[in-house]
């Protein structure tokens, strides 16, 4: 599909339209009341730019189940609302709409800063509640996860009613994105898609644009440590202090940890033992790069002979093979 409409064969094409960009509200919010007016069902997937084989393979997804497919591209200092954990990677704005555009996106929005934040400084937000954000802000600056939470509440309300589709590779954002528009009663569905891998298991990730040779070659132990920990559970290990530690060992001997834990799939309450729908988070720091990685685990007893399923594909099942492009390597 190249960005030509009516994803679920509702007939909507020309509702949709092909791909084109709009820097204005209004003509969001036109196209997508139309085609909500027609029956038809509209995606929004979030981005600031820089798209690699992750983010398309999310908008191929959303293009293949939706209607009207929208992604917004914009990033620029904003008081109040950016903030400094923002990676510095190259960003090509009219090259990342050409690959939108080729994977299904029908509207890219580019609005400029008075468009978006007509006010400055801006003075309302949301804050993620701290047993959400508190546990993982040594990673990151603290207001990264206000911020992004701000500005999908904020381009939410512009698309209005919509699948809102998300990548699993961020689970802390995923699961404040999840509470946040339950607790808000914002009308978004949000639609989490599976971890992209390269074909040595490191995520697809803008920030891999950024590591050294030494620090890329190293960076795949991410996953590497959290199958390790896995394999330990599956082997009957229910002492999540344990595989804290294995986690922790293993991503130390490349890399600086910034945290490595065991967590509700749900609430990110930390757990022992292991029981239940459970996410193994874990992030470090590559000279200055901050990598993460995290895997589903199912522990359906507590009971030393409980059975555990992987709830994530093996390496390679979703993998992009490395490329020089940025946006299929990176």
Do not use: Q
């Not at 002492?239 to 490349?254: G, K, M, N, T, Y």
């Not at 910034?258 to 033992?273: F, I, K, N, W």
């Amino acid at each position: 599909m190249s960005g030509n409409g009516g994803g679920i064969g509702t007939g909507l094409g020309s509702l949709a339209g092909s791909g084109r960009t709009v820097t204005t509200i209004a003509e969001v919010r036109a196209a997508a009341d139309a085609v909500r007016a027609a029956g038809g069902r509209v995606g929004f997937f979030g981005t600031s730019g820089a798209l690699h084989e992750g983010h398309l393979t999310v908008i191929r997804r959303m293009a293949a189940e939706c209607d009207l497919s929208i992604m917004p591209l914009f990033l620029a200092p904003v008081p109040g609302v950016t903030s400094d954990a923002v990676p510095a990677y190259d960003r090509d704005f009219d090259a990342d709409a050409a690959l939108a555009f080729d994977a299904g996106v029908n509207l890219v929005f580019r609005p400029a800063v008075a468009e978006m934040y007509p006010a400055l400084p801006v003075r309302t937000a949301v804050v993620p509640a701290d047993e959400l954000a508190a546990p993982w802000e040594g990673a990151e600056d603290p207001s990264f996860l206000r911020m992004a939470a701000t500005a999908l509440a904020k381009y939410y309300n512009i698309v209005g009613p919509c699948r809102a589709y998300t990548g699993e590779k961020d689970w802390v954002p995923l699961t404040v994105l999840r509470r946040m528009v339950v607790d808000l009663s914002i009308r978004a569905e949000i639609v989490a898609c599976p971890v992209v891998r390269l074909a040595d298991g490191l995520c697809a990730s803008s920030r891999n644009s950024r590591l050294s040779a030494a620090d890329r070659a190293a960076a795949p132990t991410l996953y590497a440590a959290l199958t390790a920990a896995v394999a330990a559970v599956e082997a009957g290990e229910r002492d999540a202090e344990a595989i804290r530690s294995l986690l922790r060992r293993r991503i130390s001997a490349v890399a600086p940890v910034d945290y490595a834990e065991v967590v509700d799939a749900t609430t990110l309450a930390r757990v022992d033992p292991l029981a239940g729908e459970l996410r193994l988070l874990v992030s470090a720091d590559f000279t200055g790069t901050h990598l993460f990685d995290n895997v589903g685990l199912t522990v359906r007893d507590a009971d030393a002979d409980a059975d555990a399923r992987v709830t994530v594909p093996a390496v390679g099942t979703t993998a992009a093979a490395p490329a020089t492009d940025r946006r299929t390597s990176g």
